[in-house]
């Protein structure tokens, strides 16, 4: 079962995320799912938390937010894709990484994969990066990107080094 991978910024609230459910042996789209069909069930798994934690589902309307909102994008044009309002605890700062799994029974759903990172990978110009101090910025692509880092800090010793 592939799985779909999400940038998101951590702490980020009111997040929709959208998943893809197939029929049981994975060959059609699965249309006509509701947070009140057979076997509705969803939760997610933070990286370094001890346990997984339940999303009640609730009815949910296409593009409005509600924690745990479920809700079919269109059957004929998207056939098989869901709106999930994300709960703002599964993209609170703390970790890096959450998984999210949908469970219907007799589907098959595309779990989640959410990267939790310290940019904003919505900003197009300096993904947030031009507010932060020097040693801010170089903290904040350490976690974000490691080796831009690296070569940054290898940049900047250089610099000092010419001096």
Known sequence: MPTRLVTVKAG?????????????????????????????????????????????????????WSSGGFVEV?????????QLGAPDELLAPGSQRAMLV?????????PVDVDLV??????????????????ARVEALRGAFPRLAAKEIEERTAVREAD
Not at 74 to 82: E, H, I, Q, S
Not at 102 to 110: L, P, Q
């Open 12 to 64: 980020s609230r009111t997040r929709l995320l959208h998943v893809h459910a197939r029929t049981a042996d994975g060959s059609t789209p699965m249309t006509g799912l509701t947070a009140g069909s057979p076997g509705a069930r969803a939760a997610y798994v933070r990286e370094g938390e001890p346990r997984a934690v339940e999303v009640p589902l609730s009815p949910g309307a296409v593009g409005e």
């Open 74 to 82: 269109d059957a004929d044009l998207l056939p098989g894709v869901y």
């Open 102 to 110: 949908v469970r219907f029974e007799g589907a098959a759903v595309d």
């Open 118 to 135: 310290a940019f904003d990978p919505q900003d197009t110009v300096r993904l947030g990066l031009t507010a932060l101090g020097p040693e």
